[in-house]
């Protein structure tokens, strides 16, 4: 039941469309809309949409691996460094399959982490991937799901040591919330830490660049202590929805 959200934009009016499909409270739908930065929010939303299948299915905002893959397979292709591992993150990870696919494909040792701030979302995929046992492309990888405020990501990782970090709807989630936009600038913040000189973050939004161009230009930038590049390409048009990969990657800062 929860695929048929699938491919659905993160609008208060595609929300309402797919909670009326999904059979959500309309408490939920509510909080949905204005809540999406809300731990209590995504708790319940986990939940409810486990509870209404024997079976467990990944659930996946706009869509899955196989559409993206394209945008993020390439940039794990060459080891940047020669200690161990390829260091990917999945901020708000949910139960997307994003993540496993990763560990999956990748030809190289990867460490991939899914971090989520719902302790059910996590739990789901753990018992799942227990069930399903993945087997990677290369024994070397490890595949990980953790609860995590992606707010305190720096915490988790030390600076300057993530390769990659992918983010399916959750800037968007958070963005357009009504009380998010400050925590969308600090998971953007915290990415910037952790994220190699030589590493990227991707965001797979249905924003217009517009608008979502110039608040990562504005938010990424701090003289003297963090500035990024910013780039855009389009992933295609589902639906009747255009949807984009917004790149940022560190720009090294010279301290004068
Ligand atoms: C729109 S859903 C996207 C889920 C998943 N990435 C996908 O593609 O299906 C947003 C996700 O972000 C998570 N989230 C919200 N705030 C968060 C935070 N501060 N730290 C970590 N995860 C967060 C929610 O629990 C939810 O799973």
Not at 164 to 174: E, Q, S
Not at 233 to 238: H, K, N
Request: hydrophobic share 40%; charged share 20%.
């Amino acid at each position: 039941m929860a695929s048929l959200l699938k491919c659905l934009s993160l609008s208060g009016r595609r929300i309402v469309a797919s909670c009326v499909t999904l059979r959500c409270h309309s408490s939920l739908t509510d909080e949905l809309i204005e809540n999406m930065d809300k731990k209590t929010t995504w708790d319940r939303f986990y939940a409810e949409s486990s509870s209404r299948t024997p079976t467990f299915k990944n659930f996946e905002w706009f869509f899955g691996f196989e559409a993206v893959q394209d945008f993020i397979m390439p940039l794990l292709q060459t080891k940047s460094h020669s200690d161990g591992c390829l260091k990917v993150v999945d901020i708000g990870c949910g139960t997307s399959a994003l993540g496993p696919c990763i560990y999956r494909h990748c030809l190289l040792p990867v460490w991939v982490t899914c971090a989520d701030i719902s302790p059910i979302a996590v739990r789901l995929m753990q018992e799942h991937v227990q069930v399903k046992a993945i087997q990677p492309h290369n024994l070397s990888s490890q595949l990980e799901f953790v609860e995590l405020d992606c707010m305190r990501l720096h915490k988790y990782y030390g600076s300057n040591s993530v390769d990659l970090i992918v983010d399916k709807g959750t800037t968007d989630a958070l963005l357009r919330s009504k009380e998010g936009k400050g925590k969308a600038g600090l998971v953007l913040n915290q990415c910037l830490k952790v994220l190699r000189s030589s590493g990227t973050l991707l965001q797979f939004s249905d924003e217009d660049p517009d608008a979502r161009l110039l608040w990562l230009e504005t938010e990424a930038q701090e003289p003297g202590v963090m500035e990024a590049d910013v780039g855009v390409q389009e992933v295609g048009e589902l639906r009747g929805v255009c949807y984009y990969c917004y790149q940022v990657t560190p720009r090294l800062v010279v301290q004068q």
